[in-house]
């Protein structure tokens, strides 16, 4: 049995009005929505060949016809029609990101947020972990008469604001020579280049502190393990339960359960799958392995930090999401990322100056 052009004009009104209304949808809805040109019965007829080879289904016995995997499969790969998302909508995905420039982690936070309000999806994304990440400036700041801030900033853009309690807390001029000091010894290095001859200099150098700078050591070492992680930012979880499809309270647990769940949310989003940073990819319903997510689509894509780093993002929703909007959003997001991205690590954009 072929499909012919009269079925996919039927799939299509089925998958569109699906996505709208979240509704099982008959022929003479069909007939009465869509100027198809053909009446309900062969309507009708042709749905009946669309279940039988796959592309439709039967939720209940006097219901109509949704969409099946097979056929959302088949409309995003050969029907789906790009959307052009409006002058309004591309500058809200631009302020989102330029306005976090010089806050690498601030910038991925906001940009979960900003798809999450544009869609009304879930979106998952991660910040790009860089190979070797090296120190760019340590700062020691006081806070009162027993705490110090110790900020540390990295060359991947990150900062890092860590508090430590040390006792005789030096003038602040002093305090600024210590930076110094620790700046000369650990600035510019990675922690693979941070060994036992850079911390003994360190000590020597700062023998009278040797208490405060042995706890900024430490700190420093724990930040630069930290950035070793993929950080993931989401936003947006609740958004799934506006949707009908989870007014399920055991769909409902398994959505949340996911989402808490840093390692499964990163295997959601291709773990290891760093060759395909401008590719869309569209994960619909049980292609996903998660069974948590069994009743989501995923869209997602990789955008490059510089020449050696890769972040993720993924945009989760029902089966029946909105796919040509959220693939144009997708992609609108990932272009400006990889532009604004990729000025600031060349040293066009800003950042931290001594």
């Known amino acids: 049995m072929k499909l012919n052009d009269r079925k996919i004009r039927i799939l299509e009104a089925i998958i569109t009005d699906y996505i709208a209304t979240a509704e099982p949808i008959g022929s003479r809805t069909i007939a009465k929505k869509y100027d198809l040109g053909i009446s309900p019965a062969t309507i009708r007829n042709e749905m009946s060949d669309l279940e039988e080879l796959g592309f439709i289904e039967q ?20 029907l789906m029609r790009s959307k052009e998302l409006s002058s309004e909508e591309v500058d809200f995905l631009k302020n989102a990101i330029s306005f976090n420039v010089n806050r690498i982690e601030y910038m991925m936070e906001q940009t979960a947020k900003a798809l ?37 900033v990295l060359d991947n853009k990150s900062i890092k604001n860590n508090i430590i309690r040390v006792r005789n807390i030096p003038e602040y001029e002093e305090l600024n020579k210590v930076s110094s000091g620790i700046n000369s010894v650990l600035k510019g290095r990675s922690i693979e280049e941070i060994d036992s001859k850079a911390v003994s200099e360190l000590l020597s150098s700062l023998a009278r502190y040797r208490d405060m700078v042995t706890k900024v050591f430490k700190t420093v070492i724990s930040v630069l393990n930290q950035e070793e992680d993929v950080h993931v930012y989401t936003s947006g979880v609740k ?34 799958d760093d060759t395909s940073a401008d590719k869309i990819q569209i994960i619909i319903g049980g292609e996903n392995n998660m069974e948590e997510l069994r009743d989501c689509s995923i869209v997602r894509a990789n955008y490059r930090f510089g020449n050696d780093s890769v972040g993720k993002i993924g945009i989760i929703g029902p089966t029946r999401m909105n796919y040509s909007q959220t693939v144009s959003v997708l992609t609108e997001i990932v272009k400006k990322l990889d532009s604004v991205i990729g000025a600031f690590v060349d040293g066009e954009d800003g950042g931290y100056d001594e």
């Open 116 to 152: 999450a309000m544009l869609t009304s999806y879930t979106t998952v994304v991660t910040e790009p972990k860089s190979r070797k990440v090296r120190i760019k400036h340590i700062q020691l700041i006081p806070i009162d008469e027993s705490e110090i801030a110790v900020v540390i």
């Open 239 to 272: 958004n799934l339960l506006g949707f009908p499809e989870f007014s399920d309270i055991a769909k409902a647990k398994n959505i949340f359960r996911a989402f808490e769940e840093k390692d499964m949310l990163i295997t959601l989003l291709g773990e290891g």
């Open 59 to 78: 939720p209940h016995t006097s219901a109509g016809r949704v969409p099946s995997q097979k056929g959302y499969r088949l409309y995003v790969d050969n």
